[in-house]
């Protein structure tokens, strides 16, 4: 990495937390994106130094955009687009869209992310295989990770406004959600 750099974001997606940098030189015209430290492009002698680069992130290819627009003189402004949305915006729809739990099994460190549109189940990265069943409450999306059986409990919350519950239970015991 040279000292060109413009921008770092860090982004929770399904799969995992990935981190965004961008070099901007804006005396050369070279852009260059990182994705968790992998560089994935690279453009050199760029004579337009405003304008926006697109490119995908994560193991479900979402589009991100990075914006470079000019504030005043030569200063610029970089904003960081996910599927179209600016991050912050995004962001606050995936945790709509997203329940997440952190927890630790067995000295290693697991991130459980629920797709409630899907009900798919990810953890560090890795969709999960599931087996979901209707109960007399709700449903229940089961699974293991390691030895730990595990289950999403889906049930209504009977306000309209708060929607569905969803519960990780690992071996029995509930797991406190977190917020991203």
């Known amino acids: 990495m040279s000292n060109d ?10 799969d995992g937390v990935h981190r965004i940098e961008f070099e901007h030189g804006t005396t050369t015209g ?18 337009k130094l405003v304008g926006k680069e697109t490119f995908n992130v994560g193991k479900s290819d979402t589009k991100a955009t990075i ?14 687009e996910i599927n179209g949305k600016s991050l912050k915006k995004y962001m606050e729809n995936r945790s709509k869209v ?5 927890l630790n099994l067995d000295g290693i460190d ?3 992310v629920l ?27 089961h699974f293991t990770l390691g030895d730990h059986n595990c289950c ?20 029995g015991a509930e797991i406190a959600e977190c917020t991203e």
């Open 67 to 80: 914006n470079i627009d000019a504030v005043s003189g030569f200063a610029y402004e970089y904003t960081l």
């Open 98 to 102: 997203t329940s997440t739990w952190v």
């Open 30 to 47: 070279k852009r260059v994106i990182y994705v968790d430290g992998k560089e994935i492009l690279r453009r050199d002698w760029m004579f």
């Open 115 to 141: 797709e409630k549109d899907t009900m798919d189940v990810w953890c560090n990265g890795q969709n999960i295989e599931t087996a979901g069943e209707f109960v007399d409450d709700g449903t229940e999306t």
């Open 5 to 14: 750099l413009a921008g770092v974001w860090e982004v929770a997606l399904s």
């Open 152 to 171: 999403v409990k889906a049930v209504s919350s009977g306000k309209r406004r708060d929607g569905i519950i969803h519960t990780l239970l690992v071996d």
């Open 110 to 112: 697991c991130r459980v």
